[in-house]
């Protein structure tokens, strides 16, 4: 008993218990058959040890060794059940030819049943413990959040396995250790305040590099030891996400403010190109102001492409292409460019392969696309802290034509260039860059039928090509048909709240011999339009009271056949509402600011059609 004892002392597996005890009865008895039946108190399967190997006792011996010690058929079997707190856990069966076993050998083999069901026991609660262990790990473990115990002195109790992924580490070299050896020095103070307040803080945000963690605590009660959940959640995703929103509303806002500027910019150039346009063609003006005026018509139709193109990015527009020659649309956006490129010390080569065939294309979008890729071109070169040379070049390509767009800057990695049209994706710093524009101008390319590419090396610059076909144009433009010329006289009724615009317009419809009357009011305006005939009724869509839009809808219930000769001018088309109304009536329209030639066509085009 005692040897058996010993040898069941430090067994942890049920299994174990068994084999050592089916060993012990072989050693003490040398029995020609043993066995030993252990029944599991979960309601698994009975587990079964015999000797010899794979001989197991007759049914009815298994049954009898269950209801209670005894020797069977005149001592040729000893039969023991296994008994733990009153619960029969298994039987022990031994069988012997000769000699028979007597009620000593019986109350030897009770001892030893007696043994192996308190190891049996006790393995039991050791696997249950382990169980207990493993099946935490395996529910920790699956948490997304990191998660660790800690104790008073600050020491990891317990930790998952995305902790451990957090720290660096494998799971087994956390416990034990203090939190603070751990985890960013950085977060300390924070963390500190968690664990010192477990409960009672609410969650507080963790930064390391670009990544986000969103750190919590809970109190954590074990016995009279109190302990703390610290909770790290990873929120970079989301943070990524919520940063590219806040572009994206940027961007929204972005396009709002520019309707306003753009109305407010057009209204006043539309008086300087008006009334430069005006001046150029009075015989009267001397020669030596022809030149100044000139100056001043250029710098006014550059400033509202500005407009236009500011339109273009804030708006999705009904896009019109037409054979578009490159040079003189590189030179204006070289043009458009100069002052960046002289302020960050860049030089600009321009380089284009004579009677190169001209792209079906928008003009404003392609521009748009060109200073993109120029000013990512200057800002790398900038970013050297050194001048450089950005050279634009115009060639062709298989059917169509190709724009290389050439850098001496620092040039980028194999990985960043693979990402560099992704939208929101940017290298430089926060608040820099959006990462839309090249994003922008690979969707308006591909729009065309062409593609943009990037070939570049670390420390050798960058030459982003794009290649566009040159197939038939999609325009409504009418070739060779000149433009219609105006009627001698037309009675024409202008209606805006800009007072420069309404006398630019006055003072040039009359040089052309019409009669006009002007009306800075829309109610004004309304009631002259309904009681007076006009050939033409040119009015503005945002004014004060009385808008264009319901000068119209009122004009058209008072006197519908006066209606049919009102012509819209606005220098805000970016609001959708706005275009969508225009496009809705049908009616002809002026976007500001607009040239002479623009305004005699439309009044031509008007009266024709009245």
């Known amino acids: 008993m005692t040897a058996l004892g010993r040898r069941l002392a430090a067994v942890r597996r049920r299994d174990t218990v068994l084999d050592r005890l089916l060993d012990h009865v072989q050693h003490v008895w040398a029995p020609s058959e043993a066995a030993v039946l252990h029944l599991t108190s979960d309601g698994g399967p009975a ?8 001989s197991l006792p007759r049914h009815d011996l298994l049954e009898l060794a269950c209801a209670g010690p005894t020797l069977y058929e005149g001592g040729s079997w000893i039969l023991v059940p296994l008994w733990v707190d009153e619960r029969l856990a298994g039987s022990l069966i031994v ?29 039991a609660l050791v696997e249950a413990y382990d169980a207990g262990r493993r099946s935490w790990r395996d529910v920790v473990d699956a948490i997304a959040p990191a998660l660790c115990i800690v104790d008073t002195d600050g020491s990891i109790r317990r930790a998952n396995q995305a902790f451990s992924e957090l720290v660096g580490t494998r799971p ?124 001043i018509r250029e710098e006014a139709e550059r400033a509202s492409n500005i407009v236009k193109s500011l339109l273009g990015f804030a708006r999705k527009q009904d896009r019109r292409r037409q054979p578009t020659p490159l040079r003189p649309l590189l030179e204006a956006t070289l043009l458009l460019m100069r002052n960046e490129l002289m302020a960050r010390g860049v030089e600009s080569r321009l380089e284009v392969e004579p009677d190169l065939p001209a792209p079906a294309a928008d003009a404003t979008q392609l521009q748009q696309v060109v200073v993109n ?18 050279v634009v070049r ?61 070939v570049t090396d670390k420390g050798r610059g960058a030459t982003f090509t794009i290649q566009l076909p040159t197939g038939a144009a999609h325009s409504t433009a009418q070739a060779g048909v000149p433009p219609p010329v105006a009627p001698l006289r037309l009675r024409v009724l202008v209606v805006d709240d800009e007072p420069h615009i ?46 264009g839009r319901e000068f119209y809808e009122e004009l ?17 088309t970016v609001r959708g509402d706005t275009l969508t109304f225009l496009e809705s009536m049908r009616r002809p329209w002026l976007r500001k600011p607009f040239g002479l030639d623009e305004l005699r066509g439309l009044l031509a085009s008007v009266h024709a059609g009245a």
């Not at 587990?47 to 794979?54: D, K, L």
């Not at 309707?259 to 008006?274: C, E, Q, R, Y």
């Not at 034509?401 to 049209?421: K, Q, Y």
């Open 47 to 54: 587990v079964v040890r015999t000797h010899p190997v794979g």
């Open 95 to 123: 069988g012997s030819g000769s000699p028979r076993f007597g009620s000593c050998d019986l109350r030897l083999a009770e001892a030893f049943a007696a043994q192996a069901a308190a190891a049996l026991e006790s393995a």
């Open 172 to 295: 087994v070299e956390v416990v034990g250790r203090q939190w603070r050896e751990l985890l960013p020095p950085s977060w300390a103070e924070d963390l500190q305040r968690l664990v010192a307040a477990a409960g009672e803080l609410s969650e507080v945000e963790l930064r390391r590099g670009d990544d986000t963690y969103a750190a919590s605590s809970v109190p954590f009660m074990t016995g009279e030891q109190g302990s703390v959940v610290l909770l790290f959640d990873d929120r970079s995703e989301r943070r990524r996400l919520q940063d590219q929103l806040i572009q994206s509303e940027k961007m929204s806002a972005v396009g709002q403010l520019i309707a306003g500027i753009a109305h407010d910019l057009n209204n006043p150039l539309a008086s300087v190109v008006g009334f430069a346009d005006f001046l150029s063609e009075r015989p009267d003006v001397p020669a030596g102001l022809r030149e100044p005026l000139s100056v």
């Open 373 to 390: 890729l120029i000013t990512n071109a200057v800002q790398a070169i900038a970013s050297a802290g050194r001048g450089g040379t950005v």
């Open 394 to 454: 115009a060639r062709r390509w298989l059917d169509g034509v190709a724009i290389d767009v050439i850098d001496d800057g620092p040039g980028m990695s194999e990985e960043l260039a693979a990402r560099v049209f992704d939208p929101f994706f940017t290298t430089k710093p926060e608040g820099q860059g959006t990462g839309l524009g090249l994003s922008i101008s690979h969707g308006i390319v591909k729009e065309h039928g062409g593609r943009i590419s990037l």
């Open 502 to 547: 309404l006398h630019y317009m006055r003072a040039t419809l009359e040089a052309w011999g019409h009669e006009v009357e002007i009306a800075d009011d829309g109610d004004v305006a309304l009631e002259r339009a309904a009681a007076e005939p006009f050939d033409v009724v040119i009015t503005d869509l945002r004014m004060p009271r009385l808008g």
């Open 556 to 572: 058209l219930r008072r006197a519908p056949d006066r209606a049919a000769r009102l012509v819209f001018s606005t220098g805000d």
